[in-house]
T-cell receptor, first 114, second 115 residues
Framework: ETGVTQTPRHLVMGMTNKKSLKCEQHLGHNAMYWYKQSAKKPLELMFVYSLEERVENNSVPSRFSPECPNSSHLFLHLHTLQPEDSALYLC?????????????FGPGTRLLVL | AQSVAQPEDQVNVAEGNPLTVKCTYSVSGNPYLFWYVQYPNRGLQFLLKYITGDNLVKGSYGFEAEFNKSQTSFHLKKPSALVSDSALYFCAVRDDSGSARQLTFGSGTQLTVLP
């Protein structure tokens, strides 16, 4: 797990706050991902950044805003969140081998929106 | 379109007994299948994957999975369960007809190994 790190590990925020989640990968990968993990639901892919493309899940609300300044860092900016956004947010990275590539995950940020 | 089903939310097994965690999939093209494990308050850890070739894939911690094309299944197995195997297990699939980055996960199976 030390290959992909996430900070903070826990975050409590009010609905009017603005905060950011940070992800850093030390694996030399060229693609990074944000997933949302809610209880009893499959992992939901939110965003993908790679050299070839940026992919957004159209169902993700605009109150989530990703930023990828380079291939090692990925941010998720949060503003005016809702209580239903409380979840575990997972970052992942992969090295582009196309269809065969494996994604490696960070430990996640547990977010609670009050 | 691709989808994954993990039909069991919970699997209980006694320590030392063999374990099976089930996964079935649906894809348009050729499937690429993955198993991940998640321990409490941790991220997902990669266990193994099937790309092509031998239908029996061996992975980390003594786990293996069998790809069955006719039954569209990719069940995770271990000959002798350990208490430390207790965790949440996710099956995932990608096919070659869509985005190479799109990985679809099942809803997870909670494995409990009883001492």
């Amino acid at each position: 797990e030390t290959g992909v790190t996430q900070t903070p590990r826990h975050l409590v925020m009010g609905m009017t706050n603005k905060k950011s989640l940070k992800c850093e990968q030390h694996l030399g990968h060229n693609a990074m991902y944000w997933y949302k993990q809610s209880a009893k639901k499959p992992l939901e892919l939110m965003f993908v950044y790679s050299l070839e493309e940026r992919v957004e899940n159209n169902s993700v609300p605009s109150r989530f805003s990703p930023e990828c300044p380079n291939s090692s860092h990925l941010f998720l900016h949060l503003h005016t969140l809702q209580p239903e956004d409380s979840a575990l947010y997972l970052c992942a990275s992969s090295q582009g081998q196309g269809i065969q590539e494996t994604q490696y995950f960070g430990p996640g940020t547990r977010l609670l929106v009050l | 379109a691709q989808s994954v089903a993990q039909p069991e939310d919970q699997v209980n097994v006694a320590e030392g007994n063999p374990l099976t965690v089930k996964c079935t999939y649906s894809v348009s093209g050729n499937p690429y299948l993955f198993w991940y494990v998640q321990y409490p308050n941790r991220g997902l850890q990669f266990l193994l994957k099937y790309i092509t070739g031998d239908n029996l894939v061996k992975g980390s911690y003594g786990f293996e999975a069998e790809f069955n094309k006719s039954q569209t299944s990719f069940h995770l197995k271990k000959p002798s369960a350990l208490v430390s195997d207790s965790a949440l297990y996710f099956c995932a699939v990608r096919d070659d007809s869509g985005s190479a980055r799109q990985l679809t996960f099942g809803s997870g199976t909670q494995l409990t190994v009883l001492p």
